[in-house]
């Protein structure tokens, strides 16, 4: 692993690494949300991302750097899923053994998509362990590299390429851009973007209520935690407390908002009636927000990143059904 820190030269870098292995993911824009919100949305669709997620984007970047040695050891990564489908994915693509350490609850679809990359999954208690401590020591004992889900400089240079791609496919410019945050690593990444491509958007991440910690960070001006509660439907938004790596970079955003549980389920169900996309809970935070009028977008541009699709199928179902109850 390396010591330097992000930078939008290494985004730069990363997009030339990705190309052609990573989905150019479209941006969608609706008639019927831009008459109901009074402004344009644009969103980027990276429910179309390889493996379901933005995730792909960073762990191909990182993975696909392994010098032979390192490929025969294999690599290891924690995450609740999304990234732990990408870490599977890149790794078969380069050819290398992963051991991916989830939590015992993750949804069924997330644990079997790890699987269907040829990932090993070991299951945690994500309440009484840590994550962190069993991922180093599998590697320690294996030799293998560990992949962090967002605090690696070329995790967070490959999520970055999201906002290369959105600005490049905008017409025009953007007022604001609204993104979900865990630990921090596609935020991060958008910002190192946006600092140098269009200073002017503004920035502003979107959590869910109960796992506030990037809002908590901001107003603090230093990295907290968030008050332990009970679990989100948001599974892949539930991270303890924004990266070390990541917060420094983040610290440009404009605004920090939250959403309940039941915002997101009406964004997840609006996305798919309307939108006709399946978008998981988690990745739906930031379309939540804009249809509970929690930011003022009214006669503005505002560019939306739906994260992710990796939905547990009963879940779904009972969102779009209306029988989900927050």
């Not at 990564?77 to 489908?85: C, D, L, M, T, Y």
């Not at 992963?98 to 949804?107: F, L």
């Not at 209520?209 to 599974?235: K, M, N, W, Y």
Request: glycine share 12%; proline share 6%.
């Amino acid at each position: 692993m390396t010591n330097r820190l992000p930078s939008y030269e290494g985004v730069l870098d990363a997009a030339r690494r990705i190309e052609g292995v990573a989905v150019r993911t479209p941006l969608v824009e609706s008639p019927a949300l831009n008459e109901r919100i009074g402004g344009r949305v644009l969103m980027k669709a990276e429910t179309l991302q390889r493996a379901g997620a933005f995730k792909f984007r960073g762990a191909y970047n990182r993975i696909s750097r392994l010098d032979q040695d390192e490929r025969r050891r294999g690599v290891v990564a924690f995450s609740s899923g999304n990234h732990a489908q990408g870490v599977a994915a890149a790794a078969r693509l380069v050819g290398t053994p992963a051991i991916i350490v989830m939590p015992a609850d993750s949804p069924a679809v997330k644990v079997e998509g790890v699987r269907s990359f040829g990932g090993e999954v070991r299951f945690y208690d994500r309440w009484s362990e840590s994550r962190e401590a069993i991922g180093a020591g599998i590697a320690a004992q294996r030799g293998s590299v560990l992949v962090p889900p967002f605090d690696d400089p070329f995790v967070i240079e490959g999520q970055g390429t999201t906002a290369l791609e959105l600005l490049d496919q905008a017409d025009g410019t953007i007022d604001q851009l609204l993104c979900g945050a865990s630990g921090g690593g596609l935020m991060a990444g958008i910002n190192l973007v946006m600092a140098e491509r269009s200073p002017q958007t503004d920035v502003v991440v979107v959590e869910p209520e109960a796992f506030d910690d990037t809002a908590r960070s901001l107003a603090a001006g230093e990295r907290v935690g968030h008050p332990q509660g009970p679990p989100s439907i948001c599974d892949a938004l539930m991270a303890p407390m924004p990266g070390e790596l990541t917060f420094p970079i983040n610290r440009r955003c404009a605004g920090a908002l939250t959403v309940s549980d039941a915002e997101v389920a009406e964004a997840v169900a609006f996305a798919f009636r309307h939108l006709k996309l399946v978008v998981e809970p988690g990745g739906a935070v930031s379309l939540a927000a804009l249809l509970a009028g929690k930011i003022e977008a009214k006669d503005r541009v505002t560019a939306v990143v739906l994260s992710g699709g990796n939905v547990d199928p009963g879940l779904f179902a009972a969102i779009i059904e209306g029988r989900f109850q927050a």
